[in-house]
């Protein structure tokens, strides 16, 4: 009997170490994939040798992506588009003065969406085991629209192909962010790393603000304040983007702290951080941001009592005291002090802004007001026209694939100075409706699901923070054109939009309607994790 067991089990014992080594085998890295990688460092540094900066970024980048892809969960992956986006590529250009360097996040969030695709593709779950949230709909039926009439206006006017190539870098990558959030559900440890992420990404801004306001700026240039989010040091940049960044962070920052996630002391530090990248930043329209998100987030401690609202209202007023007062020493200097009455003051600061004949032909500036009033009187519209515009890029001023028809129609006047003027021109009425629908629908699905009755703690933090900042980009449609061509700006947004389409999707989220307080809820089963 016992001779029999050991003879059973030595037969046994080859095959289970057979088993073990290919087990081994699989986890390993081929040895094409090492030669390849080998392959690359070789040409990076034979271009290395040549001293040019931009051939060493590029095939290094190339090399590091590659390594990325194949090594890298989808986890990681996002990680590191958000290292890239915020951190990397706004350096490269500020610093190095690498005017392609925004491709290096567009790359990323390419090879983002290929790795979801693939995982989609071969994924064993069936569709029948996702069962969406009762919310969230409408987010997808806009953003439908929206590509729709990307592909429409394409088929319509049969741009030239650089310029399709140029909307298409332009609009499309950061959309696999949204995408990734729908298909996938992601573990709540994930999205809280992410948002982590992007608070050690708010407080970097401030000393990499103070270097540039001692050591790079010393022209005055207030708006080359950028941070680690692009620009040039003479010619500005997104210092808008990375002060909305900022104040998005101090929104969920106080929302932890509204919802005893975060403790007193490291929200006060992170708030500080906020307002010193605020003064640093100068951007005017922070006056209305900030204190709508302070509102926004601690609307029920404020309107307790009026006490509370008394001292909100002495908060708000001291920062925009203190803000008013740095930018006029640092940057305003004496035309803080133009204009003798209200109106002339309103009008030096940026009243401007509604003025639709603020033209200026030598520069090709125009004001935002001027920029839509273009598109209102447009001598060649017809109703395609006006329903799907003239195509993706068709506005854009400048860009490494040149400009597009419609500016150069109107060269050398900069129209697209705005994101509704944009999405006017290129995609007509049906674009623009689409997009801003996208944008209010999230905005209102966001508010109604943070009324859940069994949303978490941080999924209620992040719906908090979503819902102000979603309203803020919509004001922000009419202030600045960043969130069409500037991938900051687009991936900010779509985490926004992720973020909200995840927790609807995934969140098994449960509330009364009405008085039946009949219970609506949102499950899933054998979802795939990311």
């Excluded at 210092?239 to 962070?249: D, E, G, P």
């Excluded at 941080?458 to 309203?471: F, H, S, V, Y």
């Amino acid at each position: 009997m016992k001779l029999a067991s050991y003879l059973s089990r030595l037969q046994r014992k080859p095959a289970a170490r057979a088993r073990s080594n290919r087990v081994v085998a699989r986890k390993g890295v081929p040895a094409a994939l090492i030669a390849a990688f080998l392959l690359l460092a070789l040409l990076t540094g034979l271009v290395g040798g040549l001293g040019s900066l931009t051939l060493v970024m590029m095939i290094g980048g190339g090399t590091v992506a590659t390594l990325l892809f194949f090594l890298v969960n989808s986890n990681g992956l996002l990680l590191s588009l958000f290292v890239m986006t915020f951190l990397i590529q706004g350096t490269l250009l500020y610093f190095f003065g690498m005017k392609a360097a925004t491709w290096v996040a567009v790359g990323m969030a390419m090879l983002f969406f290929i790795s979801i695709l693939m995982k989609r593709t071969i994924s064993t779950t069936r569709p029948g085991d996702i069962r969406p949230g009762p919310f969230g709909h409408s987010i997808v039926l806009f953003t439908c629209l929206f590509l729709l009439s990307f592909a429409a206006t394409v088929a319509m006017n049969r741009p030239p192909p650089l310029q399709i190539v140029s909307g298409i870098k332009s609009y499309l990558p950061m959309f696999s962010v949204m995408l990734a959030f729908y298909w996938f559900r992601w573990e709540d440890a994930q999205i809280e790393r992410i948002w982590n992420l992007m608070l050690v990404i708010a407080a970097l801004q401030l000393p990499v603000l103070a270097y540039q306001h001692l050591f790079v700026n010393t022209g005055g240039n207030w708006d080359s304040m950028v941070g680690t989010f692009g620009g040039t040091p003479g010619g500005g940049g997104n210092s808008a983007i990375m002060v909305l960044f900022v104040i998005a962070m101090m929104t969920f920052a106080l929302a932890r702290w509204n919802l005893g996630l975060m403790s007193g002391k490291r929200t006060a530090l992170l708030v500080g951080i906020g307002v010193g990248v605020i003064l640093l930043g100068e951007v005017k329209a922070a006056f209305v941001w900030v204190p709508f998100t302070l509102f926004w987030v601690l609307r029920k401690r404020i309107m307790r009592n009026v006490f509370a609202m008394v001292g909100y209202c002495i908060v708000i007023g001291a920062f925009m005291a203190a803000t008013w007062t740095v930018y006029a020493a640092l940057y305003w200097g004496k035309d803080a002090e133009k204009g003798d009455t209200v109106s002339e003051k309103f009008e030096a600061r940026g009243g401007y802004f509604f003025d639709t004949t603020k033209i200026d032909y030598r520069t090709g500036e125009v004001s935002r007001a001027a920029s839509i009033a273009f598109w209102v009187q447009d001598p060649q519209a017809s109703i395609p026209r006006r329903v799907l515009g003239y195509g993706p890029a068709a506005s854009k001023g400048s860009g490494v694939f040149g400009p597009g028809t419609i500016a150069r129609r109107y060269a050398p006047l900069h129209i697209d100075a705005t994101v509704i003027a944009i999405l006017l021109w290129e995609f007509g009425i049906v674009g623009a409706i689409g997009y801003t629908g996208m944008i209010i629908s999230a905005a209102w699905v966001s508010h109604r699901a943070s009324k859940a009755s069994n949303v978490t703690p941080q999924q209620k933090a992040i719906l908090e923070t979503c819902t102000p900042m979603l309203i803020i980009t919509l004001m922000t449609l009419l202030y600045f054109r960043a969130l069409v061509e500037e991938p900051t700006a687009q991936l900010l947004v779509m985490f926004l939009l992720a973020s909200i389409i995840q927790i609807a999707r995934f969140g098994n989220l449960k509330w009364t309607r009405g008085r039946a307080s009949k219970t609506v809820s949102s499950g899933s089963r054998n979802l795939v994790s990311v």
